[in-house]
């Protein structure tokens, strides 16, 4: 029953090091986005895309890019990763449940950069 | 600026009754969300609020007050399975999503 699949649950990474956030949806969404969570803090928007090859930047995208080549899948890339990027990254993707538009997340990408 | 305040934690008792509260400041509404995230877990959705009024779901309900920028999360007959957060968003006036820093929900036996 899984709809949104995170390729990487923990990764460790070193500052400067380019990393790759993959995910995955099989509900045929075509909007797509990807989140930070940090402690006391709301969901975070990064960047969303709602077709393929289209992008569009959200509240941080700051030292951020991501990449939809095709409609499944939405990665999100850190070109240098340093240390003030550790945070848990979430994916998600929409779609109409009762009128809404509801979002579906991921399990999430605990990502820390030493 | 946009802004969305709730509670940073709650404690409850099981078989009780608990009101997570939400109160938001945004440029326009077009609705509000709340979510369930068990810990290390995926938020979940749980209900959508866009019309005043109560939206009953089993155990859950959700109210809107538009005029007052304000809704409540309401649990009935908690359980422990119900201890998580519970995140509150709304949908702006560009159709973003602006989400508060979720009540952590805390179940006693």
């Known amino acids: 029953d899984v709809k949104v699949t995170q390729s990487s649950r923990y990764l460790v990474k070193r500052t400067g090091e380019k990393v790759f956030l993959e995910c995955v949806q099989d509900m045929d969404h075509e909007n797509m986005f990807w989140y930070r969570q940090d402690p006391g803090l709301g969901l975070r928007l990064i960047y969303f895309?709602?077709?393929?090859?289209?992008?569009e930047k959200g509240d941080i995208p700051e030292g951020y890019s991501v990449s939809r080549e095709k409609k499944e899948r939405f990665s999100l890339i850190l070109e240098s990763a340093s240390t003030n990027q550790t945070s848990m990254y979430l994916c998600?993707?929409?779609?109409?449940?009762?009128?809404?538009?509801?979002?579906?997340f991921g399990a999430g990408s605990r990502l820390t950069v030493l | 600026g946009q802004n969305i305040d709730q509670p940073t934690e709650m404690t409850a008792t099981e078989g009780a009754i608990v009101q997570i509260n939400c109160t938001y400041q945004t440029s326009g509404f077009n609705g509000l969300f709340w979510y369930q995230q068990h810990a290390g877990e995926a938020p979940t959705f749980l209900s959508y609020?866009?019309l005043d009024g109560l939206e009953e779901k089993g155990r859950f309900s959700s109210f809107l007050s538009r005029s007052k920028g304000y809704s409540y999360l309401l649990l009935k007959e908690l359980q422990m399975k119900d201890s998580a957060s519970y995140l509150c968003a709304v949908m702006d006036s560009n159709y973003q999503l602006i989400w508060g820093a979720g009540t952590k929900l805390i179940i006693k036996p």
């Open positions: 609020n866009v």
């Open positions: 998600a993707s929409s779609g109409q449940i009762s009128g809404a538009n509801v979002l579906t």
């Open positions: 895309s709602y077709d393929v090859k289209m992008k």
